[in-house]
């Protein structure tokens, strides 16, 4: 027992890697909230006065509504006037390639380990990259362009694609979905656009990489996916943020537009800062993805490795609309210390024959807590329709918790749900077993652990495999519970 | 997320209260007005009430009243278990009937009185166990029954005794010509290494809507054993919430089963807290509904010492509008290490315009523990169903016997053969005749 107890004491009491800070000079909003600081942000980016409008509106719902207190989680309360809602990277003027780029920041992407330069080529992902939510760098866009397809911040999307944006905006998340959507539908400062036309098949990896960098910031950023007829992406985000005492508020909002036949896979790799190991600073993580399959036959596949944040709040979602569409999500957790972790997934069956899978694996070590809160709801004209979830919990020492919330309602007799679930340790059996084959302890858990996410890390593409890996490793290796 | 309700029959229920006719227990009662004064009924967006409107049905279909209104029962054959030699208890429109009611068991073995009864003379156990298993700040139809109990049954078992006949409770409401709200409690307490089985039962007659809530608590001693079945076959008119709370300490076991067939709005709140080591308890429910019913399952099962075990098995089959809601909860502290907690929850939906929600929940902090919950919403399999009529079997007759299989296995936890046989009985019925 007392190897593992030392064994426990280094896992807990490994730093965060990406915690560095970057000189960075930056343009910032004064603190608070209210009309002018929404105005404030419209016009520093050249918005139009439709975007202006739509911010107010938002900022108007988001008045009236209050905090919600459900979620398995607990936190001191916000003060929403003490944040800063816009900070932005200054540049003399909007670089026109690579070269112009700050090269402070280029050297904060590298220490991420995504050089935006032509390195990429060879991999081929093509690269958002967004510091204290403004977009500073998006790369490869002219090879897209020659098949169509947009990709860029969103900004540039709102001054280029007005009429793509005005139509898809808040279809999917609709500013008065929540609390903390409608937060985002007033104070968002950039983030990802992207649009593949009909028929085309995104040839590289679409990927924004999310960096907080300035203090007492919060992020507000906003992806919106559209995918039209018969066309394929496949999207990956990344996040990190520098080490700081006090707690940041990331508020983000994903929508995902798929049309008949259409195919989108988003992949993220979450590792906000955690806090410390008393709890100290970290990000709050309060995020509203989801994705509407409009059309027939569409899917959408949602992978996510959660490591970082020191709450994360989230739930990306799938409404299957058209008949025969599908929706997937998979999800490693992984929370530690003091960290605070109530996620999983909606799936709304709306259409008929749909299909929805949910696979979902919580590991909790240290003082953690890890819940699952999941719903499968099957309207009645969706006949004929299949879930399929499987929730695991892994828990590594005695003072962390697993807790599962599913929510199953079924409003026909034609489909099919089923839900399975289960808590335990890594049994002492199997690593006696491995053990007993010569291998020694840390490497047993480092294999059950990764067998164990094995089904998740496997749906994530090759760049970001390595990286969950390395992450997944670098939380867990050595702990036994 | 507002759980009070602020409407007119709140205040007037509230409004009702008096000390004068509620003399026993008379701090809980004040309390429990007092919870219902800040917290209300649940409304429609409590998570815990979510599907079940039965504050909804308070208001609109019922006229409040505290008294217990009139009865013309004078036999209770219709509503007894044939065979079954037992103790009998009735209770009518929420009243003990002393006449109606038979007790066979000596007083050495088991000691049976009303409640009011076992207050009035002062009875110690009576005094230091009355509520306090039951929170009624957790619900707040704990709380109203709380408040207005009208009387209920106190049993209390000797140490290392068995009893060996059955206690059933027939719950009546007369409903003949006016509507009936009924509150009653029971207080059971099992001394070490005793043995005691229970079997209750609801009905309604009548046209007439009835309002039942109904609250148990039941004490699990050392080494004690506990049966219970229960058994809600009732009118499309009866409302019924019933809070079932079981405590165990070390090495006690209870089985327990729950059949409901029929009601209007049925809520089972059943909470078993496992505070003692190397207990076993087995639970099993069967819902099989048709018409407008909605029956709503919440289950608690709460591991606070090490070592324990349970396992929950809650099948449903439903037809027409039914509306079948599972909630099972199953906690696991930080002490009770080496636990084995294992839930099911099974569901056959046969008519495109039934309904399942189901919930099944665990929330652990141990981590050396086996836990795990499964669910399912299905049909029944084709494969086996063309199997069967390929042997000349009608679709019926297959339909039938197909799902006789499915809900067999819930009934494990009944060991009286007279008993089973009844439960049996009501199954086969329901699959013969309605489904």
Same mark, same amino acid.
């Given at each position: 027992?007392?190897?593992?107890?030392?064994?426990?004491?280094?896992? /807990?009491?490994?730093?965060?890697?990406?915690?560095?800070?970057?000189?960075?000079? /930056?343009?910032?909003?004064?603190?608070?909230?209210?009309?002018?600081?929404?105005?404030?942000?419209?016009?520093?980016?050249?918005?139009?006065?439709?975007?202006?409008?739509?911010?107010?509106?938002?900022?108007?719902?988001?008045?009236?509504?209050?905090?919600?207190?459900?979620?398995?989680?607990?936190?001191?309360?916000?003060?929403?006037?003490?944040?800063?809602?816009?900070?932005?990277?200054?540049?003399?003027?909007?670089? $026109?390639?690579?070269?112009?780029?700050?090269?402070?920041?280029?050297?904060?992407?590298?220490?991420?380990?995504?050089?935006?330069?032509?390195? $990429?080529?060879?991999?081929?992902?093509?690269?958002?990259?967004?510091?204290?939510?403004?977009?500073?760098?998006?790369?490869?866009?002219?090879?897209?362009?020659?098949?169509?397809?947009?990709?860029?911040?969103?900004?540039?999307?709102?001054?280029?694609?007005?009429?793509?944006?005005?139509?898809?905006?808040?279809?999917?998340?609709?500013?008065?979905?929540?609390?903390?959507?409608?937060?985002?539908?007033?104070?968002?400062?950039?983030?990802?656009?992207?649009?593949?036309?009909?028929?085309?098949?995104?040839?590289?990896?679409?990927?924004?990489?999310?960096?907080?960098?300035?203090?007492?910031?919060?992020?507000?950023?906003?992806?919106?996916?559209?995918?039209?007829?018969?066309?394929?992406?496949?999207?990956?985000?990344?996040?990190?943020?520098?080490?700081?005492?006090?707690?940041?508020?990331?508020?983000?909002?994903?929508?995902?537009?798929?049309?008949?036949?259409?195919?989108?896979?988003?992949?993220?790799?979450?590792?906000?800062?955690?806090?410390? $190991?008393?709890?100290?600073?970290?990000?709050?993580?309060?995020?509203?993805?989801?994705?509407?399959?409009?059309?027939?036959?569409? $899917?959408?596949?949602?992978?996510?490795?959660?490591?970082?944040?020191?709450?994360?709040?989230?739930?990306?979602?799938?409404?299957?609309?058209?008949?025969?569409?599908?929706?997937?999500?998979?999800?490693?957790?992984?929370?530690?210390?003091?960290?605070?972790?109530?996620?999983?997934?909606?799936?709304?069956?709306?259409?008929?024959?749909?299909?929805?899978?949910?696979?979902?694996?919580?590991?909790?070590?240290?003082?953690?807590?890890?819940?699952?809160?999941?719903?499968?709801?099957?309207?009645?004209?969706?006949?004929?329709?299949?879930?399929?979830?499987?929730?695991?919990?892994?828990?590594?020492?005695?003072?962390?918790?697993?807790?599962?919330?599913?929510?199953?309602?079924?409003?026909?007799?034609?489909?099919?749900?089923?839900?399975?679930?289960? /808590?335990?340790?890594?049994?002492?059996?199997?690593?006696?077993?491995?053990?007993?084959?010569?291998?020694?302890?840390?490497?047993?858990?480092?294999?059950?652990?990764?067998?164990?996410?094995?089904?998740?890390?496997?749906?994530?593409?090759?760049?970001?495999?390595?990286?969950?890996?390395?992450?997944?490793?670098?939380?867990?290796?050595?702990?036994?519970? | 997320?507002?759980?009070?309700?602020?409407?007119?029959?709140?205040?007037?229920?509230?409004?009702?209260?008096?000390?004068?006719?509620?003399?026993?227990?008379?701090?809980?009662?004040?309390?429990?007005?007092?919870?219902?004064?800040?917290?209300?009924?649940?409304?429609?967006?409590?998570?815990?009430?979510?599907?079940?409107?039965?504050?909804?049905?308070?208001?609109?279909?019922?006229?409040?009243?505290?008294?217990?209104?009139?009865?013309?029962?004078?036999?209770?054959?219709?509503?007894?278990?044939?065979?079954?030699?037992?103790?009998?208890?009735?209770?009518?429109?929420?009243?003990?009937?002393?006449?109606?009611?038979?007790?066979?068991?000596?007083?050495?073995?088991?000691?049976?009185?009303?409640?009011?009864?076992?207050?009035?003379?002062?009875?110690?156990?009576?005094?230091?166990?009355?509520?306090?298993?039951?929170?009624?700040?957790?619900?707040?139809?704990?709380?109203?029954?709380?408040?207005?109990?009208?009387?209920?049954?106190?049993?209390?078992?000797?140490?290392?005794?068995?009893?060996?006949?059955?206690?059933?409770?027939?719950?009546?409401?007369?409903?003949?010509?006016?509507?009936?709200?009924?509150?009653?409690?029971?207080?059971?307490?099992?001394?070490?290494?005793?043995?005691?089985?229970?079997?209750?039962?609801?009905?309604?007659?009548?046209?007439?809507?009835?309002?039942?809530?109904?609250?148990?608590?039941?004490?699990?001693?050392?080494?004690?054993?506990?049966?219970?079945?229960?058994?809600?076959?009732?009118?499309?008119?009866?409302?019924?919430?019933?809070?079932?709370?079981?405590?165990?300490?070390?090495?006690?076991?209870?089985?327990?089963?729950?059949?409901?067939?029929?009601?209007?709005?049925?809520?089972?709140?059943?909470?078993?807290?496992?505070?003692?080591?190397?207990?076993?308890?087995?639970?099993?429910?069967?819902?099989?509904?048709?018409?407008?019913?909605?029956?709503?399952?919440?289950?608690?099962?709460?591991?606070?010492?090490?070592?324990?075990?349970?396992?929950?098995?809650?099948?449903?089959?439903?037809?027409?509008?039914?509306?079948?809601?599972?909630?099972?909860?199953?906690?696991?502290?930080?002490?009770?290490?080496?636990?084995?907690?294992?839930?099911?929850?099974?569901?056959?939906?046969?008519?495109?315009?039934?309904?399942?929600? +189901?919930?099944?929940?665990?929330?652990?902090?141990?981590?050396?523990?086996?836990?795990?919950?499964?669910? +399912?919403?299905?049909?029944?399999?084709?494969?086996?169903?063309?199997?069967?009529?390929?042997?000349?079997?009608?679709?019926?007759?297959?339909?039938?016997?197909?799902?006789?299989?499915?809900?067999?296995?819930?009934?494990?936890?009944?060991?009286?053969?007279?008993?089973?046989?009844?439960?049996?009985?009501?199954?086969?019925?329901?699959?013969?005749?309605?489904?």
């Amino acid at each position: 027992m007392s190897k593992d107890n030392q064994l426990l004491e280094e896992l /807990t009491s490994r730093e965060y890697e990406h915690g560095w800070n970057v000189a960075l000079e /930056t343009d910032s909003a004064p603190k608070g909230l209210n009309e002018d600081i929404v105005r404030f942000i419209s016009e520093r980016k050249n918005e139009p006065e439709w975007m202006l409008e739509w911010r107010l509106k938002a900022f108007r719902l988001w008045s009236k509504m209050t905090e919600p207190k459900w979620p398995n989680v607990t936190y001191p309360a916000i003060n929403y006037q003490d944040i800063i809602y816009y900070s932005a990277p200054k540049q003399s003027a909007k670089p $026109k390639n690579l070269e112009d780029v700050d090269p402070e920041l280029i050297k904060t992407f590298e220490k991420l380990g995504i050089s935006l330069t032509e390195q $990429k080529r060879l991999t081929g992902v093509a690269v958002d990259a967004v510091i204290d939510s403004v977009s500073v760098a998006t790369t490869f866009k002219e090879k897209l362009g020659e098949l169509g397809i947009i990709f860029c911040s969103f900004s540039e999307a709102v001054r280029e694609h007005p009429d793509l944006i005005k139509k898809y905006l808040g279809s999917v998340v609709p500013m008065s979905d929540n609390y903390f959507a409608a937060l985002n539908s007033a104070v968002f400062s950039d983030g990802s656009f992207c649009y593949i036309p009909k028929g085309v098949r995104c040839p590289m990896e679409l990927s924004t990489y999310f960096r907080i960098n300035a203090a007492n910031t919060g992020q507000f950023e906003r992806t919106l996916i559209v995918a039209e007829e018969g066309s394929y992406v496949s999207y990956l985000e990344g996040c990190t943020a520098p080490m700081r005492d006090e707690n940041q508020l990331h508020a983000a909002v994903v929508e995902i537009y798929a049309m008949k036949d259409a195919h989108v896979k988003y992949s993220t790799v979450q590792n906000w800062y955690p806090g410390d $190991k008393e709890g100290k600073g970290g990000i709050y993580n309060f995020v509203t993805k989801r994705a509407l399959c409009a059309g027939d036959n569409s $899917k959408v596949s949602w992978t996510q490795v959660e490591t970082g944040s020191a709450i994360t709040w989230k739930y990306p979602s799938c409404v299957l609309k058209g008949d025969n569409s599908s929706g997937e999500f998979y999800s490693v957790a992984v929370t530690n210390n003091l960290q605070q972790a109530d996620t999983g997934t909606k799936m709304i069956h709306i259409g008929k024959n749909t299909k929805s899978r949910i696979v979902s694996k919580g590991i909790s070590a240290g003082r953690s807590q890890n819940s699952y809160r999941g719903q499968v709801h099957i309207m009645k004209r969706a006949e004929g329709s299949r879930n399929f979830s499987q929730c695991d919990s892994l828990l590594m020492g005695d003072q962390c918790g697993a807790h599962t919330f599913p929510y199953i309602d079924v409003e026909n007799s034609t489909s099919k749900v089923e839900h399975e679930a289960t /808590t335990s340790k890594i049994g002492e059996d199997q690593i006696f077993y491995c053990q007993q084959r010569g291998i020694d302890e840390e490497s047993a858990v480092a294999l059950i652990v990764n067998g164990y996410a094995k089904e998740v890390l496997n749906q994530l593409p090759m760049e970001f495999a390595v990286e969950a890996q390395k992450l997944l490793a670098l939380t867990l290796e050595g702990s036994v519970g | 997320m507002s759980t009070v309700t602020t409407s007119k029959s709140l205040s007037e229920i509230i409004g009702s209260f008096s000390s004068a006719t509620f003399n026993e227990a008379l701090d809980s009662r004040k309390h429990a007005v007092e919870i219902l004064e800040t917290k209300g009924l649940p409304a429609g967006k409590n998570e815990e009430y979510r599907f079940t409107p039965i504050t909804r049905a308070i208001e609109n279909v019922f006229t409040w009243k505290t008294e217990s209104a009139p009865s013309s029962i004078t036999s209770i054959d219709p509503f007894l278990i044939e065979g079954l030699d037992a103790n009998v208890i009735v209770f009518v429109n929420g009243k003990y009937s002393e006449s109606l009611s038979r007790i066979v068991s000596p007083e050495s073995e088991v000691s049976i009185k009303s409640l009011r009864e076992a207050f009035n003379s002062n009875i110690e156990a009576v005094n230091t166990n009355f509520n306090t298993l039951v929170n009624p700040e957790a619900d707040s139809f704990a709380a109203l029954n709380t408040a207005f109990w009208q009387d209920g049954l106190f049993v209390h078992v000797p140490a290392s005794t068995r009893v060996e006949k059955p206690i059933v409770i027939l719950h009546l409401n007369d409903a003949i010509q006016h509507q009936v709200i009924a509150h009653t409690r029971l207080l059971i307490i099992l001394e070490t290494g005793s043995k005691l089985s229970v079997i209750e039962k609801f009905h309604t007659t009548g046209e007439q809507a009835s309002l039942h809530t109904f609250t148990e608590e039941i004490e699990v001693k050392e080494n004690a054993a506990l049966e219970y079945c229960k058994v809600q076959n009732d009118t499309g008119k009866a409302y019924q919430v019933i809070n079932t709370n079981i405590r165990q300490a070390d090495s006690s076991r209870v089985d327990t089963f729950t059949l409901t067939l029929g009601g209007q709005i049925i809520r089972n709140n059943f909470a078993i807290t496992i505070a003692g080591e190397k207990c076993e308890s087995h639970f099993n429910g069967l819902y099989m509904l048709n018409g407008n019913t909605l029956a709503d399952n919440h289950t608690v099962v709460d591991h606070q010492k090490p070592n324990s075990f349970s396992n929950e098995m809650y099948k449903g089959v439903l037809d027409g509008n039914s509306k079948g809601v599972f909630n099972g909860k199953i906690f696991v502290r930080p002490q009770a290490q080496k636990t084995n907690a294992f839930q099911s929850n099974r569901n056959i939906a046969l008519s495109p315009s039934s309904t399942i929600n +189901t919930k099944p929940q665990l929330e652990i902090w141990a981590d050396d523990v086996k836990c795990s919950h499964g669910c +399912t919403i299905g049909q029944l399999d084709e494969e086996a169903m063309f199997y069967l009529q390929s042997r000349g079997i009608d679709k019926s007759t297959a339909q039938g016997m197909m799902l006789y299989a499915f809900t067999a296995e819930t009934l494990n936890t009944i060991s009286n053969e007279v008993v089973k046989e009844y439960v049996d009985s009501l199954i086969s019925e329901r699959l013969h005749k309605n489904f």
